[in-house]
Every structure is written in structure tokens, then in C-alpha cells.
């Protein structure tokens, strides 16, 4: 099963508005990614976040990572239309990376 | 910037064909990686390799080979394709020193096989 789950399975705003997305998952972790993937195009990386950290942030991105709860959350403020892709988080754990589902987001100009 | 180029992005073959997905990274990443991505299921690991001629099977090895003959490259061989196995194919490289742990994934633009 995977590892991680994202919520919403997809997400439509308006340019200029925060876009926020979740990830949950189901065992421990040593960090958590969030990748982002244009529409025919492959995965890119975005930040990672270790398991010992609470917050990061990189530009308009803001990540969050709850280990108790086993959660995080990916923040995009000011979006633009250019920000319209697919979200994955992915988690590592012992030797393996374990991708979610992925959240649709488009922004609307 | 890392590169991994992936031989072809449209592929379609038949039935019962040794299908061969080419993989080639720029940065000398010990570990190399072969995903399928299918709607609803995000991406599914097929094999990964962490060095030449070392191979270690994901969640869905069945119906697939790989070979690493060389650090740069890393082939997914489907022995003899079947119609399930029309997906978008993509693969990934990442270092992996002990020194620099927490190393991202450096992802291909993925092959889009159709199996008829």
C-alpha cells in the first residue's frame, strides 16, 4: 500500500491566492519530500524536510512536518499560473522512498 | 543540473515483445531507480539499483528485469509485454554517500509505452 496519501486528490484557486496541500502516512520516517510534476514531465524536487525538523521554507514554499500525527503539509503562497502541476510528497524511510498519490493543483489567471 | 535522459519519450510495441526502456544519468549517482506512474496509483517502484550489477526488486518487480552494466546506466527490460504494462515509465538517479545522507531524486521525463 502507499506510504503516502495526499489530500486534496485535487485543488482549483485563483492566481494570487495560498494553495495548501496535506500528506499522511503510516510509518516511521527520516524525512519527508514534496516533488512537483508538470503535466508529461517528470518529477522535480522540491525541499525535503528531516524528521528531527518542524518547519522549512524555500521561496513562496512552506513545508510543514507533524511525526506524531505522521503529517505534513506543503504550503504555496501568491501562487501563480505557472504553479499548475501535480504535488507528491514522498517519504524515506530504511533504503526506500515511497511516493503518495499526488495532488492536481491548477490555478486559475 | 543533474541530467537523466530517458532514450524515448513515446513507445509503442506489441504484445508479447522484449521491450527494452533506456536510462542515462550525467552525475555518477550510485543509485538509480525505475518507476511506473498510472492514474489514481501515483508511482509505483519497479527495481532500483544502488551500484553496478546490484539490482533489488520494488512493490511490483513481476514481469520486468533490469541490468546495470555501468554506473550511468540502468535498462528495465520487459521480457514480454503485455497490455497491463502500457504506463508511463519513468526513472531516477540519487546520490548516495554516507556523508550526505537525505538526498533527493533526479527524475527523467519518463516513456510513455503503449502495449497493443
Known amino acids: 500500500s502507499q506510504q503516502g496519501e495526499e489530500d486534496p486528490q485535487a485543488l482549483s484557486i485563483q492566481e494570487g491566492e495560498n494553495a495548501t496541500m496535506n500528506c499522511s502516512y503510516k510509518?516511521?520516517?527520516?524525512?519527508l519530500q514534496w516533488y512537483r510534476q508538470n503535466s508529461g514531465r517528470g518529477l522535480v524536487h522540491l525541499i525535503l524536510?528531516?524528521?528531527?525538523?518542524r518547519e522549512k521554507h524555500s521561496g513562496r514554499l512552506r513545508v510543514t512536518l507533524d511525526t506524531s500525527k505522521k503529517s505534513s503539509s506543503l504550503l504555496i503562497t501568491a501562487s501563480r499560473a505557472a504553479d499548475t502541476a501535480s504535488y507528491f510528497c514522498?517519504?524515506?524511510?530504511?533504503?526506500?522512498?515511497?511516493f503518495g498519490t499526488g495532488t492536481k493543483l491548477q490555478v486559475i489567471p | 543540473d543533474v541530467k537523466v535522459t530517458q532514450s524515448s519519450r513515446y513507445l509503442v510495441k506489441r504484445t508479447g515483445e522484449k521491450v527494452f526502456l533506456e536510462c542515462v544519468q550525467d552525475?555518477?549517482?550510485?543509485?538509480m531507480f525505475w518507476y511506473r506512474q498510472d492514474p489514481g496509483l501515483g508511482l509505483r517502484l519497479i527495481y532500483f539499483?544502488?551500484?553496478?550489477?546490484?539490482?533489488e526488486k520494488g512493490d511490483i518487480p513481476e514481469g520486468y528485469s533490469v541490468s546495470r552494466e555501468k554506473k550511468e546506466r540502468f535498462s528495465l527490460i520487459l521480457e514480454s509485454a503485455s497490455t497491463n504494462q502500457t504506463s508511463m515509465y519513468l526513472c531516477?538517479?540519487?546520490?548516495?554517500?554516507?556523508?550526505?545522507?537525505?538526498?533527493?531524486?533526479?527524475f527523467g521525463d519518463g516513456t510513455r509505452l503503449s502495449i497493443l
Open positions: 514522498a517519504t524515506e524511510g530504511y533504503q526506500k522512498v515511497t
Open positions: 510509518t516511521s520516517i527520516n524525512n
Open positions: 524536510i528531516r524528521s528531527n525538523e
Open positions: 539499483s544502488y551500484d553496478v550489477k546490484m539490482k
Open positions: 552525475m555518477d549517482h550510485e543509485n
Open positions: 531516477a538517479s540519487s546520490f548516495a554517500g554516507v556523508s550526505a545522507p537525505n538526498q533527493p531524486q533526479h
